[in-house]
């Protein structure tokens, strides 16, 4: 049962409110609308030929056509009318004249009526139709009339075919494959090419033409070759002028030589293994790269007018004109399904300079705000040269969108629009062409945006907003669809934070999340040709936190994306969300500058990663995976083509603004091809860049001298240390073998860095660095699990200016199982750490082995220095972080700075502790008082355990103040001389239990 829309009202939104009643074409019972067209109703059944079949005669362009109730009239010829309103049966007759044509400014189906061109039982399959919709007005505004009398009221469109009222539209074309496969490599000048009749169209394994279907094409029929490189312009249209059946395959001869070279080859890996792989019990892995074939023409045609197109060839918007930045042409046709209509059966059309460049809702083919609409499919058919996007899925549940054929279209292809879509099906389509619709764009992109979908974060060549499919709610399935070519990406899953446009005022919607719906399903999807295959991430929430750390996306569901394919573009998968892990379970890639920017947690479980595969030309520098800011796990993983030295790494470190320090692995094989040898070449690195790879099973480290729970590490001075047994590499782009482990130590993001002192740090073995500025205002650095690092302020630590939180991260591991030790110089009387989230302070320990021994973060204060110990956090990079504040006097000094004076560029440096030098000695064991004084102060023993021989009155810089003849007194001693400020009391003591003196330090304030 379909839901009543229920619109939230409020002055807020008066004017959204007004705006949606308007969008939603709602029916008003008295039209506001000025109607010039002479009326011709249909009053008989007949041809639309036929004198007798309309009141006043053959009906033409200057009159608007209504087909009444109980009417059918038969499109038998070519005709031209004004507008055409069906309430009965509009009907594209087979006969006699094969070539038919219907021009006209729009169509409106309602009130039960029908536009039928063929049946599911007796397809349209003898001729061709070819409908023009010539609207060209886009703020127009029509009167349409309803079979009661009531009249509907429509603005801003024309050029439209729209189905309302129990309207239904029902198109059955030719019943054609809607793509097929290259069998074997075409290339650059050939004029003919060798096709696969059947291909895996089931994804069960097999070929059947029962299940699968064959090729049946003819001579005529308009095709196009993808792309077998990087470059999505590398794509072939043309002619079918003969065909040649030849076994399983066919041979097409094609109108004019091909452009391009175009690969047609299944390659097969993990037959022959590297002596150095063991293992190697594992099915051969085969990779499919043959260039698709796809049908574009079909002998139902729907288009806009000719003088529209705004290219004068793929996409490069020559013939665009601008107005006031937008484009004042493009104004194609679109198809919209509204949510009182009837069922929508459309199968074997094309969809031709449809669209409208830049306009919200004027889209080829359309469901808008439709609803449940279970039943409803739009298969096997071509959208080609689009204004605006392919096929918009917006505000609707359970449509089928299978076999569609998107090619040279600017902006997404396949989209759904406000995030709150469910349980629609998307089967076995393919988009080619996909123009990048942006901002940036130099050839015009911005005249075609049409909401914020197409300027949101665009990240220049890693990845680019523009998606052949744009994917704004999980709960949908994605099954077998290929993106043949984009200007932009192939996949981009961005659910948003909360429903957007219309649904967002739908109240049903109101506590409706997005991020929230779990993964339905994708599986058998593939992409080449692009900047970026795959890329998961989306506007962030309220309070979403660093790098959306509080989010919950796929409901906490970790999504399997599986057996994804993906060739020839610039970043393979670029993951985003955080809290879940990405899984790509029999993930292969091949020919990829970048296969995975691992971003976000990443597991691929099973598959293959091909660095240069055996038929395409050599492109360059390739990586498997950068680690950027992420993690992953590779288990299962077959790898080859990575032969070529340092121009294809397997493991790559490079910087990135949050670093999760770990990737690990498991159960890798290796390719007979040189590339396990390749494995142990690295990126150059350093202190904060320098990442680990863990060996978890001895598949990647046995054949360098490793074995199971061995790691990769950098070869930097700060991470390799001899005195474990670690040997540096002969040069910096090589891992070292090593068996210890490393976090990620960092400040938080996007904080206020110039508020952060300046910071060294010093290895166990004695390296030295600074603690560096990231690339987004943070400091990291990677350090060795179990260490125990040197942390110092050359210019102090000055609480009222200075600010620092800090957090260690080890993903992999389970919350703290392992830690490092900070030594933090001098900062013993100075800070205090504690928990940013509960501002609790962190447990104070009674010695350091105990800090040292603890699986909890803490500290430990010993003579002048703060040791910090903190545990590893696990998988979110931005959390558990310790900020430092100011002691309160806990620790008698009151929280006096190391530098109280910030313009003093050398500040004092104590040689003993600010409260004790014996860890065994209370602070507390004596008191001064009083504390502030004016004149005189007393010092007054608290244990009957030591003798006071000695005190001493410093001034800031250490300089001793007191006469002495004044320093073996305790009481009334006269500090009258002294100006107004503040001072430190040293008193030496001997204890009962050593012969040697002891100190304790205490700060004092003179009024």
């Not at 085969?286 to 139902?300: G, P, Q, T, Y």
């Not at 359970?398 to 629609?424: M, Y």
């Not at 989010?551 to 020839?568: A, C, G, L, R």
């Not at 670690?726 to 990620?744: H, Y």
Request: proline share 4%; hydrophobic share 30%; glycine share 8%.
């Amino acid at each position: 049962m379909k839901k009543k829309i229920k619109i939230a009202r409020s002055k807020s939104n008066k004017k959204l409110l007004k705006h949606l009643f308007s969008f939603l074409f709602l029916i008003c019972i008295s039209s506001i609308y000025s109607q010039t067209l002479d009326v011709h109703k249909a009053i008989k059944n007949g041809n639309w030929s036929n004198p007798n079949t309309w009141d006043k005669g053959v009906p033409d362009v200057s009159d608007r056509v209504i087909i009444s109730n109980g009417i059918t009239v038969n499109i038998n010829n070519s005709h031209d009318v004004g507008e055409i309103v069906v309430h009965g049966v509009l009907k594209v007759a087979e006969n006699n004249v094969l070539d038919k044509t219907l021009n006209t400014r729009w169509i409106h189906v309602n009130s039960g009526g029908l536009f039928q061109i063929g049946t599911s039982t007796n397809r349209f399959d003898k001729g061709n139709f070819t409908l023009t919709l010539n609207g060209t007005s886009p703020k127009a505004n029509h009167t349409i009339p309803m079979a009661g009398g009531a009249n509907m009221n429509i603005s801003g469109n024309d050029g439209f075919i729209m189905a309302g009222g129990n309207g239904r539209l029902v198109f059955y074309g030719q019943n054609k494959l809607s793509f097929t496969k290259l069998s074997r490599t075409a290339e650059k000048n050939d004029n003919s090419i060798t096709v696969a009749n059947i291909i895996d169209r089931n994804h069960d394994g097999n070929l059947s033409s029962t299940e699968d279907g064959t090729l049946n094409w003819e001579v005529g029929d308009e095709i196009v070759i993808a792309s077998s490189s990087e470059d999505y312009t590398e794509e072939d249209v043309r002619t079918i002028t003969a065909i040649e059946l030849r076994g399983v395959n066919t041979r097409l001869t094609l109108d004019r030589p091909l452009s391009y070279r175009h690969y047609g080859e299944i390659e097969t890996y993990a037959k022959n293994f590297d002596a150095k792989s063991f293992n190697t019990d594992r099915k051969p892995i085969k990779i499919d790269l043959r260039a698709e074939v796809a049908l574009l023409s079909r002998n139902i045609k729907i288009q806009g007018l000719a003088s529209q197109d705004t290219d004068d060839h793929f996409g490069d918007r020559k013939k665009l004109t601008i107005d006031q930045g937008k484009a004042s042409n493009g104004v194609g046709g679109n198809v919209m399904i509204m949510p009182t209509a009837g069922p929508i059966e459309v199968d074997g059309i094309q969809l031709h300079l449809m669209g409208q460049s830049g306009r919200l809702g004027r889209y080829p083919f359309h469901w808008h705000v439709a609803r449940d609409r279970k039943g409803d499919f739009f298969k096997n058919s071509s959208i080609t040269n689009s204004n605006n996007r392919a096929v918009v899925v917006h505000t609707t549940d359970n449509v089928l969108v299978e076999g569609i054929v998107a090619h040279d279209l600017h902006g997404h292809a396949f989209f759904t629009e406000d995030g709150v879509e469910e349980g629609n099906r998307f089967i076995n389509n393919i988009a080619f062409g996909v123009h990048r619709v942006h901002e940036k764009e130099s050839f015009q992109g911005k005249a075609f945006i049409v909401d914020d979908t197409d300027t949101f974060h665009d990240g220049g060549e890693r990845f680019r907003t523009t998606a052949a499919y744009w994917i704004a709610n999980a709960g949908n399935e994605f099954t077998g669809n290929i993106c043949a070519g984009s200007q932009g990406s192939g996949f981009w899953f961005a659910p948003p934070p909360s429903p957007r446009g219309l649904a967002g005022y739908i109240s049903e919607y109101d506590n409706y999340k997005p991020k929230e719906i779990a993964l339905l399903k994708f599986k058998d999807n593939s992409v080449h040709s692009t900047v970026t295959g795959f890329v998961t991430l989306s506007r962030r929430s309220r309070n979403s936190g660093d790098f959306n750390q509080n989010e919950n996306f796929f409901n906490h569901i970790d999504p399997v994306f599986e057996n994804f394919t993906v060739y020839q573009t610039n970043v393979g998968v670029y993951p985003l969300f955080s809290n879940i892990t990405h899984i790509f379970k029999n993930f292969k890639a091949a020919d990829v500058e970048t296969i995975s920017y691992d971003s976000d947690p990443t597991l691929f479980d099973g598959g293959l990663f091909l660095g240069l595969s055996k038929g395409n030309p050599y492109k360059g520098k390739i990586v498997g995976t950068h680690f950027y800011h992420g993690n992953s796990i590779f288990k299962d993983i077959h790898i080859a083509g990575f032969n070529k030295g340092g121009n294809s790494i397997m493991f790559k470190s490079i910087s990135g603004n949050r670093v999760r320090p770990a990737c690990e692995v498991e159960g890798l094989s290796f390719e007979n091809d040189k590339s396990y040898s390749n494995m142990i070449v690295a990126q150059r690195t350093n202190h904060r860049d320098t990442r680990e790879v863990y060996d978890r099973d001895g598949s990647l480290t046995t054949g360098f001298g490793g074995g199971p729970g061995y790691t990769f590490i950098g070869n930097t001075t700060w991470t390799v240390d001899p005195s474990l047994g670690e040997t540096p590499a002969p040069n910096d782009f090589r891992w070292v073998v090593s068996k210890q482990r490393f976090g990620n130590l960092q400040t938080r993001h996007k904080g206020n860095d110039k508020k952060i002192p300046d910071i060294f740090l010093t290895t166990p073995h004695g390296v030295k660095e600074r603690f560096h500025i990231g690339n987004s205002d943070h400091r990291r650095a990677q350090l060795r699990l179990g260490g125990e690092y040197k942390m110092e302020f050359p210019n102090g630590y000055n609480t009222s200016n200075h600010e620092m939180e800090l957090t260690f991260h080890q993903w992999s591991m389970p919350k703290n199982t392992i830690g490092v030790t900070l030594r933090m110089v001098d900062m013993a009387n100075i800070i205090r750490p504690r928990s940013s989230k509960s501002n609790i302070d962190l447990p104070e320990f009674n010695t350091l082995q105990e800090l040292r021994n603890s699986k909890e973060d803490g500290y430990y204060k010993s003579r002048k220095d703060l040791y910090l110990k903190l545990m590893n956090r696990t998988k979110g990079v931005h959390e558990g972080y310790i900020k430092f504040v100011k002691d309160e006097g806990r620790n008698n000094n009151n929280g006096e700075d190391s530098n109280p004076n910030p313009n003093n560029p050398k500040p004092l440096k104590y040689s003993l502790s600010i409260t004790t030098n014996n860890s065994n000695l209370s602070d507390k064991s004596i008191t001064i008082h009083p504390n502030p004084f004016s004149n005189f102060v007393n010092i007054t023993s608290l244990s009957n355990n030591f003798k006071i021989e000695q005190i001493s009155i410093l001034d800031i810089t250490g300089k001793n103040l007191l006469d002495p003849k004044e320093i073996t007194k305790t009481n009334n001693i006269d500090l009258s001389f002294l100006s107004s400020g503040i001072y430190f009391v040293k008193v030496d003591i001997k204890t009962s239990e050593s012969s040697s003196t002891e100190t304790i330090i205490k700060k004092i304030v003179k009024e």
